[in-house]
């Protein structure tokens, strides 16, 4: 039995068969993909802008005016107010397709240069002043659609194209070059449109190659002009003449002309200037070290020559100790081992051996306290090898020293024991150590038994004894000792958080002052917690 191919449906715009693979579906109907268009204006359709008519695909603008309703207010797809009736769409063209209006011609010299006719805004692309239209906007050569970024503009007055995948369209006389022949015709190194020279033997060259081919000859010319070279100059039998260096040096200047140095004539291409003078660049070295300078490292000396700063200040600068190599370190060059020796100071100067006067020196040693080794401590001035703790001379600084009351500076530790808090909980120590041979007592009394008392209104105002600066809390501009700072009923360390202050001059925390200040009655007392008839 013959084989017998499957039937597929054809697609209505060119009659072939369509597959699964490129079908599209509109009105009952299977079209190719690249059938799938609007038969008037040609453009691209999907299932969004899609319409179909008696077998025939419209986008929905031409949909509307060819079939939509006419009249006032109806026509460009309905969407603004046209008399259009449709008429220039009577006439079909092949396959549904209709030929454009010929386009208006414009004046001479005003138009589109590649076409002639009118250039709107709405399409204008510009190239050097003149207005294309942007379907015009294209390589001559090639075709190619260009933009702002790959344009070139030829001597001819047409466009052309960068690079086009294997084709590289030269601007300079619009001719095609395959990528693989577009090469210099002397030395077959690639070009581009950047280092690409034509000759006018019509044929392409590298800069350089263009440069000893038909650039000038002569005493500076060749290599592209960049070198001394003369390479048209041969001779039968024998090689071109070698250049030779010409040592300007040797021609003399008049008096007082030429470089200091040497006395030649300088020409401007060798010219370096200095204070008015005219230099060879290779005689403008320092005078001393011959090291070449430059307008950075370059001194003027008093006897009219050029030195390094380093030769300058070895020479000219400030001497002694702690001068010299441009006074830039501790070195003096221009002295013996001896002299050195002879001069260098061997004697530290103690500033504690002289003394202030009365008040006004250093409160441990007595001498006069100079800014350089100032340390400051409650207004008074210390010396910085002074400034340590009076009892374990740790040396201090503003974190961790503490004045104490016999006027001397203490480390933190050393405070502590002395003048900190005692008893149970307190020392220097974490751990309960007794130092002495009794056993500690069971009690401690929180309020100091001995000691100087304080004036009236000026220490704690619980116990009357005097109150440093480390253990000082502050209470309605009362001063108070930590260690006194706490509930007068029920002795509970108070902070800023839990503290009340009772009309009878004490403090007490938040439940007692409550019991003995508070409002009375059913809902008070207690802290005001619960109900109570106190």
């Known amino acids: 039995m ?78 603004c107010l046209s008399m259009d009736t449709g008429a220039q769409f009577q006439g079909e063209g092949t396959n549904g397709h209709f030929e454009p209006k010929p386009m208006s011609k414009a004046p001479e010299g005003e138009g589109c240069p590649r076409c002639g006719g009118y250039v709107y805004m709405a399409e204008q692309m510009l190239a050097r002043g003149r207005g294309y239209h942007r379907r015009c906007f294209k390589c001559l050569v090639c075709n190619r659609t260009l933009d702002s970024t790959m344009h070139c503009d030829g001597p001819d007055k047409e466009i052309y194209c960068r690079v086009e995948q294997m084709v590289l369209c030269v601007w300079l006389r619009a001719i095609a070059y395959h990528k693989g022949c577009f090469k210099c015709g002397e030395c077959k190194k690639g070009l581009d449109s950047v280092n690409c020279c034509e000759g006018p033997d019509r044929n392409i060259y590298c800069k350089v190659c263009y440069g000893k081919k038909f ?186 020293a503490c004045d104490g009351p016999d006027r001397e500076i203490h480390c933190r530790a050393c405070y502590g024991k002395l003048f900190g808090p005692k008893g149970f909980g307190f020392g220097h120590t974490p751990t309960l150590v007794s130092t002495d041979a009794q056993a500690a007592p069971v009690h401690t009394d929180a309020k100091p038994a001995n000691g ?35 509930c007068f009923d029920c002795h509970k360390s108070l902070d800023s ?5 009772g009309p009878n001059g004490e403090i007490y925390c938040r439940g007692c002052y409550g019991r003995n200040y508070g409002p009375r009655g059913v809902g008070f007392g207690m802290g005001a917690g619960t109900l109570t008839m106190a």
């Open 215 to 400: 650039g000038p000859k002569g005493y500076g010319y060749g290599q592209g002009g960049g070198a001394l070279q003369s390479d048209s100059t041969t001779i039968e039998g024998e090689f071109a003449p070698k250049p030779s260096a010409v040592d300007t040096t040797v021609i003399k200047a008049a008096q007082g002309q030429g470089c200091p140095r040497c006395g030649g004539v300088v020409f401007a291409a060798e010219q370096v200037l200095s204070k008015g003078r005219e230099w060879h660049r290779k005689c403008y070295k320092c005078r001393d070290c011959s090291k070449t300078l430059d307008s950075i490292i370059a001194c003027d000396g008093p006897d009219r020559d050029v030195y390094c700063k380093t030769c300058y200040g070895k020479k000219w600068g400030p001497h002694g100790y702690g001068f010299a190599c441009g006074s830039g370190f501790l070195q003096t060059d221009c002295m013996s081992e001896d002299q050195l020796a002879s001069q260098k100071p061997m004697v530290t100067i103690d500033t504690t051996v002289i003394k202030a006067p009365q008040g006004q020196g250093c409160p441990r040693c007595g001498g006069m306290v100079f800014a350089a080794e100032q340390q400051l401590a409650k207004g008074t001035m210390w010396h910085k090898k002074c400034f340590n703790c009076n009892e374990c001379h740790r040396p201090l600084d503003s974190m961790i």
């Open 2 to 79: 013959p084989f017998k191919p499957a039937e597929n449906p054809k697609c209505p715009k060119c009659g072939k068969s369509v597959y699964a693979a490129e079908e599209r579906v509109a009105g009952g109907n299977k079209w190719h993909k690249q059938c799938f268009k609007c038969g008037m204006c040609g453009k691209m359709l999907d299932s969004t802008n899609c319409a179909e008519h008696e077998n025939e695909l419209y986008c929905k603008n031409c949909h509307g005016r060819k079939y939509g309703p006419k009249g006032y207010g109806f026509g460009g797809g309905a969407g």
């Open 497 to 501: 958080t839990n503290l009340n202050d």
């Open 452 to 486: 100087p008392k304080a004036k009236d209104g000026k220490g704690c105002t619980r116990c009357g004894y005097a109150v440093y600066e480390a253990e000082k809390m502050l209470s309605k501009n009362r001063i108070w000792h930590k260690r006194c700072f706490s």
